[in-house]
């Protein structure tokens, strides 16, 4: 039960095989075991969750169901919650009880799935290995010495642990995909606009986007009927028609295209990861795909316009933490001044005080034109390396990470080597473009890794209809870490 996917979970629940109520009462059993070994969860209340599946299991009594009727998913706790409490990581937001639901939320809530809790995540996504968590860093379920990734690695290391079948996420620089590879679980970024913002705390607001992890790239679409949709709250959220992701899980595979950028295969990419990479393309070629080489020449750049975009907006929305209006506030202070200084000194951690400087830094007087601007004019060639590179390929396939899973602590002196850890990931969000990380294999130390797959604007259903099936033919994607036994 625990190993199924949503499709095999949703048949037992139609054909009354279980109950909700059991079902959610399994997982909720697992995070009780598992969670204080890897701290995933944040926030778990089992009257809350097995409440929700009690009048799961009456409303299928009585009608038809949905696929996501009755299944817990477990939500990245930067999604507001009406009766749970939502931290972002974050002593901030610690005691922060949202008086409404976040879009994600709503919607899943909807199609009748189970809110089982919410995931522990890099302080406010600002992370590459879920270590600047408020909470404490998430432990790797492969070897609880590592790190998951971040900021989704709350969210990941319950769906490799199978302490949750599924759960969504945020990717602003990669933040879902980074961690599904680092956890040998599926993640999707989707086009950007297409999953409302509402209710998700901003961190980078033209970049943030939320999206699923799961175990199965065709788990990823039934996740993606019910997250999608136009949400008339979010100015960017793109009103289009209703689509059905599952459509290309049967994807004829001869003749599909498939680009190979230099920029991803070059120095700095670990050998074995490569090699998996290389192994995986090959299986493609073996199916009739046809590969081709691509040049995203301005990937280099990528890394350092980020950090520059990201932190300039993320010093504009954090502005609202001051301790007046919600969230954390100091006790002892002289003025409204003092307040905002303490307040905002004690609620924030390391990390995100570091890019609250940089972002203003880059767009105060006199550095605007010189740093903020001129990231904005790459970020057009980065988008443009893209769109001529889909003139030649229908998917992009290369690495999602350039190491495996690296040691807690291992990097977090050293914030230039943390960033370059997201340098193949970080150029699908300035594009706006769609991306997709899958499990392919292991290195020598039986650490997952990741291939990714990116597509262009609305190109999810053909990538994960790729993807799906690679793991049509492959089980990388459902083995179980060995020290989280089933």
Known sequence: MLNSTLTELSAALAGRQLSSV?????????????NPRLNAFITV????????????DARRAQAAAGPLEGIPIAHKDIFCTRGLRTTCGSRMLAQFDSPYDAHVIERFAAAGAVMLGKTNMDEFAMGSSNET?????????????????????????????RLAPAATGTDTGGSIRQPAALTGT???KPTYGVVSRYGMIAFASSLDQGGPLAKSAADLALLMNAMAGFDARDSTSLERPAEDYGRELNLELK?????????????????????????????????????????????????????????AEASSNLSRFDGVRYGHRAKDYSDLADLYRRTRAEGFGAEVKRRILIGTYVLSHGYYDAYYLQAQKIRRLIARDFAEAFRQCDLVMGPTSPTTAFALGAKADDPVQMYLNDIFTIPAPLAGLPGLSIPCGFDAAGLPVGLQIMGNYFAEAKMLGAAHRYQQATDWHLRVPAGTPL
């Open 133 to 161: 968590s408020w909470f404490g860093p998430v432990r790797n379920p492969w070897d609880t010495g590592l790190v998951p990734g971040g900021s989704s690695g709350g969210s990941a290391a319950a769906v490799a642990a």
């Open 255 to 311: 003749g599909l295209r498939i680009g190979l950028p230099k920029e991803y295969f070059g120095d700095g990419l670990q050998p074995e990861v490569r090699a998996r990479v290389e192994e995986a393309v090959r299986w493609f070629q073996g199916h009739g795909a046809k590969t081709v080489e691509i040049a995203l020449p301005n990937t280099g750049l990528a890394v350092p316009v980020y950090y520059v975009i990201a932190p």
């Open 186 to 188: 599926c993640g999707l």
């Open 22 to 34: 059991e079902l959610t009462s399994a997982f909720l059993n697992r995070i009780k075991e598992l």
């Open 45 to 56: 209340d089992e009257g809350h969750s097995l409440a929700e599946a009690k009048a799961s």
